[in-house]
Structure formats: C-alpha cells, structure tokens
C-alpha cells in the first residue's frame, strides 16, 4: 500500500513534534504493509525560500534517520496546501508539488464550506496539467449536507482523496457514511492516512483496505490503495504550467 497524505516531518506543524515521534509512526506504517509514504505538512499562505528550505531540511534528516533505523519506507515529500486564488508560487518551490514535479498537489479546504472561485481555481490548474488532489472532502460541512458538491469538484479535474480513519468511523457516523457514498458513486481516487501520531491519527490503511474489499472488491481496493496512489508518486512533469 502507498500512502500519499501523512504528516511526518517532526516538530513543524500539528503532526509529531520529535523525530523520534516520527520514526515510531514510519515503523508502524512500515508493520501495517505501507512501503510508500509521501510526507505532508501543512502549509498556509503562499510558500517562499524560508519556508520551503525548512521543510527541505526537516524531510532530508527524517530521510536519513529512518534509513539508518532500518525502516525500509519509500519517502517523498509533498505539502497539504490550505487552498487560495494563487497557485502561481506551488510550482516555484518543490515542496508545492508532490515530488516537485509539477503534476499534483495535495489542496485542502476549510471544513466548514467550500471556497468561493473554487471551480475557476480547479480549472486554471488542470488547464495549466498540475492536477490537484482534494484531501478529506468527506469532512466538509458543505459536502457533507449534499454530496453534489463532491460530485462537482471532480466535474472541474480535481480527484478526491478520502481519509482511511473516515472509513472506520473515527470522525463519526455522518463522516463514515459520507465517505462509502462517495466510494458507491466513483468520486474517490485514492485513500490516505492523513496519519498525525501514532495514537488518534494514526498512519495505518490495511483495515481500511479490508472495508473496501468486503464492501466493494479487491480491484477497487487496489486502484485506492495502490496503482493510483503510485501513479502519483511517479508522474513525470509533463511541461512548465505558468497558472496564467
């Protein structure tokens, strides 16, 4: 399994706040069957060189460390970006795309609604080939009162990227059952742990994976869990986008 939405970097935003937090939760993720993760702090406002070289520190010495622990984790870093009308900068610095390569980024809205201009921003990415992945859409209060909204994000390009602990009801009923609804109607692409800790938030998607295997089938559950998150993980830039 590929895990494409986890905070990991220590000591950064609400994700572990010591490294050694941080190698504890790429061990679990390591015992749960997860051989991929992409590392995903928060990011709010535009990015500049400080920020970015930050992250670039913090992502190279979880690197390092979790190689020398032993942990046999793929790692790639990538950024969970609070969306805003100005996208030009993602492609600036490489913790706006996934991998740097300019082809996804993980965005996230507010819980409580959906931005205004959302659609124009969706489509000027795709447009411009940097698709951009919708983290958690089944918590949003919008969403949540009409999945028509979901089914309109994916109208515009975007895919959808569903948490792992949704599935199991760690956010609740309304949340549980939104998220199968989205699953039944072919919006999601692909499942995350959107992992905080080791204990609430944890990075683990193999019980998640079995729910979609009981309810569904063992291919959808390998598009989610594995071919599309790789495909993410993988994509090569196909040109320079300028977002104009």
Not at 100 to 106: S, V
């Amino acid at each position: 399994m590929i895990d494409i939405h986890a905070h990991l970097l220590p000591d950064i935003d609400d994700g572990p706040q010591t490294l050694e937090q941080s190698l504890r939760m790429l061990k679990m993720a390591e015992d749960d069957g997860i051989t991929a993760m992409a590392a995903t702090p928060h990011v709010f406002g535009l990015l500049d060189e400080e920020q970015n070289e930050l992250i670039q520190h913090k992502f190279r010495m979880l690197k390092q460390s979790a190689s020398e622990s032993g942990i046999n984790i793929d790692l790639h870093l990538a950024s969970e970006v609070f969306i805003q009308p100005d996208y030009k900068n993602l492609l600036e610095f490489s913790c706006g795309t996934i991998n740097g390569m300019g082809r996804f980024t993980l965005l996230e809205f507010s819980m409580t609604g959906l931005p205004f201009g959302y659609e124009s921003m969706i489509s000027r990415m795709v447009e411009n080939n940097l698709t951009p992945i919708i983290a958690h859409p089944e918590r949003n209060n919008m969403i949540l009162r009409d999945l028509r909204h979901a089914q309109n994000i994916v109208d515009c390009g975007a895919w959808l990227q569903i948490n792992s602990g949704s599935l199991l009801g760690d956010f609740g009923r309304k949340v549980r059952k939104a998220a199968f609804k989205l699953l039944a109607m072919d919006l999601v692409r692909i499942v995350a742990s959107d992992a905080h800790d080791n204990e609430s938030r944890p990075p683990l998607l193999s019980k998640a994976r079995q729910l979609v295997t009981k309810y569904f089938d063992e291919y959808l559950a390998n598009l989610l869990f594995y071919e599309h998150p790789d495909y993410v993980l993988t994509a090569q830039p196909v040109k320079t986008a300028n977002l104009k």
